[in-house]
């Protein structure tokens, strides 16, 4: 299983990027999907996720400005659309997914993180 973010880059302030998260490899079913950050000398935060049945959960940081969506037939694919950006949300963006593969239990599963850089 390969989780494949993209989409990251330098914007300026009250910019907006779209980030993708693309899921390949055998699998039964993706359950939640979410996106996290680390901005530069600090903790990894959540910022999105939403379920297998397109329930979404924001952190408070982003509310309003940042939309978590999925597809779940076209490569079975996550986007996190990031309006109003701010120089706060430079970070390394993360996607992250419970996914069941065949005659496995289900397990959780990171992407190789995509820069966004907001400049002021």
């Known amino acids: 299983v390969q989780l494949q973010a993209s989409g990251g880059g330098l914007v300026q302030a009250g910019g907006s990027l779209r980030l993708s998260c693309a899921v390949s490899g055998s699998i039964l079913s993706i359950n939640v999907v979410r996106w996290y950050r680390q901005p530069p000398g600090q903790e990894r935060e959540l910022v999105a996720a939403?379920?297998?049945?397109?329930?979404?959960?924001y952190s408070d940081s982003v509310k309003g400005r940042f939309t978590i969506s999925r597809n779940n037939a076209a490569n079975r694919l996550c986007l996190l659309q990031m309006n109003s950006l701010k120089p706060e949300d430079t970070a390394v963006y993360y996607c992250n997914a419970d996914i069941t593969r065949i005659l496995e239990p289900r397990g959780n599963y990171w992407g190789q993180g995509t820069l966004v850089t907001v400049s002021s």
């Open positions: 939403i379920t297998s049945g397109g329930g979404t959960n």
